[in-house]
Each structure stands twice: as structure tokens, then as C-alpha cells.
């Protein structure tokens, strides 16, 4: 859990590998679903574009399928889901049907300013998907993916007024889900800023 541009899917990435479970980011299976043009993709890009979030069934769905697949059947790690109240829910009903509950629910957390610095200098590579920042992680060419020299973009929902909604949609409808999940025990809460590795050490440790 974490606002946007808090780091979920960077330490996500690493988590999921260091453990063998599966990566399950919704953000990223909807941004796939968009790009490929796919009726989903292409219902899930109205809301995404402008910052709101996706339907909740549409996105249940989406999870649901996920975990039912062969390579999650190890384990799995949510990046981005729950986001509501609703999702939180069902995604409970899910968990007791498999006899799977969750083991843990890591916080990231980073200070506004910070998040809207990150994500308004973000930049993405469209044909690669390579992850840049013009000020902390700047391609060797400005505006060219060091990768394979596709031309560097900013995703729609990364334009400074869309991150502050963003964040004002995590403020309404994310933030309860982390009450939720503090009752129950289970948010550990980690310091988001710093380098990958500093925040990847602090996650370990809020596991171990
Ligand atoms: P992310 O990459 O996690 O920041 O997600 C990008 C966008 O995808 C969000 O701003 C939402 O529009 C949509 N999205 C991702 N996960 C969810 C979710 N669990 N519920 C609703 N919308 C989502």
C-alpha cells in the first residue's frame, strides 16, 4: 500500500522475486490491457487517464483471475490492490474461499512534495515500458529510452494537476483501507524515502 509514486511497484518487483511469488500490480495489468487495446484496457483507460480509479468489479475481476493462475499458486504479492473499502472486502471473501489469508500489509510512505516530484518527472519508454526521471535517473539522451531509443514519454496521469487528484482519491478511498488492515493486525508501516535499496532493507525488516 502506498500513495502513488510512494514505490510499490519498484519494491514490489524486488519482494516478488526475493520471495518466489507472484507480482500481481493492477496498475500494471490495466496499463498492459490499454496498450494491447482490449475492450478492458480499453474501459479501464477512461477512468485512468484522469486519475480516477477503475470500477471496483472490473478490478476484482481482473485479481481474481490473477491468483487463480498456475504461477500464483506459490504465493503472491497485491501492488495497488486493494484501493477501496469494497475491493478490501472482496478481497477478503477471496482469501477465506483459497484458505489463504494475507500474511502481511506493508505502508509505504513519502511525504507529498516528494511524491509530486517524483511522478511529475517521470518519464516512460512506450515500446520497452524503461522507467526514467529527468532529474533523479535521466537517460543518457534526453528524451530517448537508454534501452532500445524509443522516444520517452509522460504518462497521462502523471501531469502534475492528475497526481494531485491522485492523491486526493487515495486520501478519500485508500486511506480507510489502511484502518482496516491496522485493526486487523497487519499494516507494517515502512519509510519510503531514501534509495531503493535503503527503502528494500527497511521492508525486509518490517517482515522479518
Ligand atoms: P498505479 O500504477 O498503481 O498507480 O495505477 C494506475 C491507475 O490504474 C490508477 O490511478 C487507477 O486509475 C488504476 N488502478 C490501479 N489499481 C487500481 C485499483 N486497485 N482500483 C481501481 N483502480 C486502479
Redesign the pocket.
Known sequence: MGT?GAG??TQGALLASRYGACHV????I??DAARQGTPLGLE?RR??DD??????DL?TGIVADRLASPECGKGFLL??????VP?AEALGRLLTERGQPLDAVILITVPTEEVVRRLSGRRVCPDCVAMFHVALQPPATPGRCDRCGGALVQRE?DREDTVRH?LA?YTRETAPVLEHYRRAGLLREVDGTGTREDVARHVEAALA
Open positions: 502513488p510499490k511497484g500490480s493492477t496498475g500494471d490495466l496499463r479501464a477512468y485512468m486519475g480516477h480509479l477503475v470500477p471496483d478490478v501492488d495497488g490492490f486493494p484501493r477501496t475491493q496521469d491522485r482519491v
